[in-house]
Nanobody, 117 residues
């Protein structure tokens, strides 16, 4: 059974930093892309960042470029999201996701990030 478990969320003041982690298990993820999405209160879930299997290609939504960094450790089946210069509008539940490319098949249950002004 595939499981994705996020950690690292919490409460932080504006301008602060958090590092999210997501550990995947239950099958081989060779060749899979890994990503992060977020859902703010009352809004739809949206893409935040993605990383290729090799880690050599990354993707970001414009609003987090230059502030967030996605990375992965394939030996640990883990994806990270380093979030710096956090803003109140970054407040959301953050979900990690994994997929074979072209879409994400597996999802975590989310971790809450709250940024106070």
């Amino acid at each position: 059974q595939v499981q994705l478990v996020e950690s690292g969320g919490g409460l932080v003041q504006a301008g602060g930093s958090l590092r999210l982690s997501c550990a995947a298990s239950g099958r081989s993820f060779v060749g899979y892309v890994m990503g992060w999405f977020r859902q703010a209160p009352g809004k739809e879930r949206k893409f935040v960042a993605g990383v290729s299997w090799s880690g050599g290609t990354t993707y970001y939504v414009d609003s987090v470029k230059g502030r967030f960094t996605i990375s992965r450790d394939n030996a640990k089946n883990t994806v990270y999201l380093q979030m710096n210069s956090l803003k109140p509008e970054d407040t959301a539940v953050y979900y990690c996701a994994v997929g074979p490319g072209g879409g994400y098949n597996y999802w975590g249950k989310g971790t809450l990030v709250t940024v106070s002004s």
